[in-house]
């Protein structure tokens, strides 16, 4: 299995981006995938999951401004977010598990891509 993020990268407060996620590897009908974020510092948190009945679920801090979605054609993961703020500054990850509650269990990890938002 493996998971390669790109589109991070840096912009100003209020601005947007679109991280992508290809998957390969991992064929399971049943899954969760999802984007997780670690600042300096801070642990590691859960960003936006979603699961292969397309159930998504959002942190409070990012809900209204991130969207996860998924190209299954194309095995790709993607998560727009817009009106970034400076504390969503972070390496962020693209993740995948087995098709669980809540998606709180997630077995393959990407090598994250840093987005840092500035004031």
């Known amino acids: 299995v493996q998971l390669v993020e790109s589109g991070g990268g840096s912009v100003q407060s209020g601005g947007s981006l679109r991280l992508s996620c290809v998957v390969s590897?991992?064929?399971?009908?049943?899954?969760?995938m999802g984007w997780f974020r670690q600042a300096p510092g801070k642990e590691r948190e859960a960003v936006a999951v979603?699961?292969?009945?397309?159930?998504?679920n959002y942190a409070d801090s990012v809900r209204g401004r991130f969207t996860i979605s998924q190209d299954n054609a194309k095995n790709i993961l993607y998560l727009e977010m817009s009106s970034l703020k400076p504390d969503d500054t972070a390496m962020y990850y693209c993740?995948?598990?087995?098709?669980?509650?809540?998606?709180?269990?997630?077995?393959?990890w990407g090598q994250g891509t840093q987005v840092t938002v500035s004031s």
């Open positions: 993740a995948a598990g087995p098709f669980v509650r809540l998606c709180s269990q997630m077995h393959y």
């Open positions: 590897g991992y064929t399971y009908s049943r899954y969760c």
């Open positions: 979603i699961d292969s009945n397309g159930i998504k």
